[in-house]
């Protein structure tokens, strides 16, 4: 307890220097010590931005297009688990790797191969809905990111409650395209 009610003590005393400094910064502003805003680049235009290695690098996510971008399961079964595939096209010049496909829960889980795709070719993000336990209309996205840039999918739908005792384990799964 003592640690806790420290921790908090040390947390609102950083908060409060913080705050003091951001008010001198404030009062003490000079022409010669105002700090500079910088507004975005247009689309297309080349800026001296530096990115680090492991960054994602801004693409052209429109490269990558997705046959459709959300799916509609209607109403499925609780207990197995709902799947679908989105797929896309890659429109750019350049293969399009994926980095990491990010469900917004840990019912949805994304499955993709880590092969690029070249230029003209398709890919798929193959995507699992976790029904068991989970009766009621559901919405949940996947953000895909890769070289290309940042694209949304969405999967949305309705899970039927089961009666009770007779929700099957989650061996089986329906799958929906």
Excluded: W
């Excluded at 003592?2 to 009062?27: E, N």
């Excluded at 309705?158 to 089986?172: D, H, I, L, R």
């Amino acid at each position: 307890m003592k640690k806790a009610i420290i921790s908090l003590g040390l947390l609102l005393l950083c908060a409060g220097v913080t705050m003091a400094q951001k008010k001198h910064k404030k009062d003490n502003a000079t022409p010669e010590n105002t700090p500079t805003v910088t507004t975005p680049a247009p689309p297309n235009q080349v800026t001296n931005a530096t990115h680090s290695p492991n960054a994602t690098q801004a693409g052209n996510a429109d490269n990558m297009a997705f046959k459709d971008a959300v799916h509609e399961f209607g109403t499925v079964p609780e207990g197995p688990d709902a799947t679908c595939e989105f797929t896309f096209k890659n429109t750019g010049n350049e293969p399009i790797i994926i980095e990491k496909a990010q469900p917004s829960c840990g019912c949805t889980v994304p499955s993709f191969s880590k092969e690029p795709v070249p230029p003209g070719g398709s890919g798929t993000i193959s995507v699992a809905y976790h029904t068991k336990g989970k009766p009621n209309p559901f919405t949940k996205t996947i953000t895909v990111v890769s070289n290309a840039g940042t694209k949304v999918l969405t999967i949305k739908g309705n899970v039927e409650k089961a009666p009770t005792g007779s929700v099957p384990e989650n061996n089986s799964m329906i799958r929906t395209n």
